[in-house]
C-alpha cells in the first residue's frame, strides 16, 4: 500500500490561510469518506485534528477544516497561529481493511 | 483522563524477538479497536496493525504481515504487539493509538501514546 501524497512543505504569514492536500486513489480517499488528519509536534504524540474528513473532534479549534473531491482531500487551516508549526498526515481507510497515512507536510508559520 | 503507555522497547538483534505492551486508562478498552503506528527516523508515520474491541478480528501492514502479531487483553485493559524476525527496517519508535469513534476499525486514531523505541542492530 502506498501512502497517501502530500506537499512536503506548506508556509504562511501569520493570520493568513493555508491548505495541505492529500491525494489517494479510488481504494483509499476517493471510496471511503474515513479520511483523518493529524497534527504531529516532534517529540510529542499525534494529534487527531480532522475525522470522517471534515468533523473536528471535541477541543480542536474551528480553524482546521477537511474537505474532499474525488479522490483528493484537503486541509485548510484558518487564521495561521505560530502554534499551528508542525508535521501534518493525512490518514485514511483502505478497501482492504488496513490504514494508510500521508507522506506528511511540514507547515511552517513565517 | 484517557490514556495510553507503551513499554517493552529495546535494542534487539536482526532476527530477533520483541514484545510491545500498551497499558490503557480512562475507557472502556474492549468497546474500542486498537492500533499500532511507528515511525522511523527521519521518516513520516506508518501504520502497522490493528484489532477490534473484541478482539476477534485483526490487521496487518503488507511490510509486517507474518512476523507481527497484535492481541489484546480486555480483563487487563492492555494491547499487545508481538514482533518476530526483526529487520533493521523495523527501528522506529512505536505508538499505541485508540480508535477516535466506539465500535468503529480504522476510521481515524483519537488518543495516542507517548511511544516506545525499538532499534533493529547488531
Known amino acids: 500500500q502506498s501512502a497517501l501524497t502530500q506537499p512536503a512543505s506548506v508556509s504562511g504569514s501569520p493570520g493568513q490561510s493555508i491548505a495541505i492536500s492529500c491525494t489517494g486513489t479510488s481504494s483509499d480517499v476517493g471510496g471511503y469518506d474515513y479520511v483523518s488528519w493529524y497534527q504531529h509536534h516532534p517529540g510529542k504524540a499525534p494529534k487527531l485534528m480532522i475525522y470522517d474528513v471534515s468533523n473536528r473532534p471535541s477541543g480542536v479549534s474551528d480553524r482546521f477544516s477537511g474537505t474532499k473531491s474525488g479522490n483528493t482531500a484537503s486541509l485548510t487551516i484558518s487564521g495561521l497561529q505560530a502554534e499551528d508549526e508542525a508535521d501534518y498526515y493525512c490518514g485514511s481507510y483502505t478497501s482492504r481493511t488496513t490504514y494508510v497515512f500521508g507522506t506528511g507536510t511540514k507547515v511552517t508559520v513565517l | 483522563e484517557v490514556q495510553l503507555l507503551e513499554s517493552g522497547g529495546g535494542l534487539v538483534q536482526p532476527g530477533g524477538s520483541l514484545r510491545l505492551s500498551c497499558a490503557a486508562s480512562?475507557?472502556?478498552?474492549?468497546?474500542?479497536?486498537m492500533s499500532w503506528v511507528r515511525q522511523a527516523p527521519g521518516k513520516g508515520l506508518q501504520w502497522v496493525s490493528a484489532?477490534?474491541?473484541?478482539?476477534?478480528?485483526?490487521h496487518y501492514a503488507d511490510s509486517v504481515k507474518g512476523r507481527f502479531t497484535i492481541s489484546r487483553d480486555n480483563s487487563k485493559n492492555t494491547l499487545f504487539l508481538q514482533m518476530n524476525s526483526l529487520r533493521d527496517e523495523d527501528t522506529a519508535l512505536y505508538y499505541c493509538?485508540?480508535?477516535?469513534?466506539?465500535?468503529?476499525?480504522?476510521?481515524?486514531?483519537?488518543?495516542w501514546g507517548q511511544g516506545t523505541t525499538v532499534t533493529v542492530s547488531s
Open positions: 480512562g475507557f472502556t478498552f474492549s468497546s474500542d479497536a
Open positions: 484489532i477490534t474491541g473484541s478482539g476477534d478480528s485483526t
Open positions: 493509538a485508540k480508535e477516535h469513534q466506539s465500535h468503529q476499525l480504522l476510521g481515524g486514531m483519537g488518543v
